[in-house]
């Protein structure tokens, strides 16, 4: 009898399952870790918008709180009223080109008077990219709201759940 050199079509199809099998159990975690680094790559940004706000604020009173666009500035990056060179301008100009925001969310500022500002962070992909919404107001207290990719409004904001370090 010859001897047999090589697999088997069945053990090739068996160790084929096995590494199907691996993989079904892998990847939903791995997508989990990813919405998880993302979510707290968003807290984290809105934490770093939060203190360019509150810096911006105090270098230039007379003009109040700025938009997030104006809080960056490209590289060399001369501080003014116009560009605050505060934040990194992947942040400030939320990803290049705009809808790509960064780390799987999409950043905002809006400001409703010149002593308010409300700085968000939204998934770009509900249950893809992340879960939850973060919001801060300038307490620099940053909540957050499941389930939700709308971009929330002064007292909205300040209705939701404080995340807690």
Known sequence: MRKQKGFSLIE???VVAIILIIAAIAIPNLMRARMAANESSAAASVRTINTAEVSYYTAYPATGFAILSVLGGAQPCTAGVATGCLLDDVLAQNGN??????????????TP????????????????????????????????EAQSVAVPAYAACQALLALSN
């Open 12 to 14: 090739l199809l068996i």
């Open 97 to 110: 080109p705009p809808a790509s925001g960064k780390n799987g969310y999409s950043y905002t500022t809006t």
């Open 113 to 144: 008077t010149a002593n308010q500002y409300v700085a968000a962070a939204v998934p770009l992909t509900l249950n893809s990219t992340g879960t939850r919404r973060f919001c801060s107001v300038e307490d620099a207290v940053v909540r957050f």
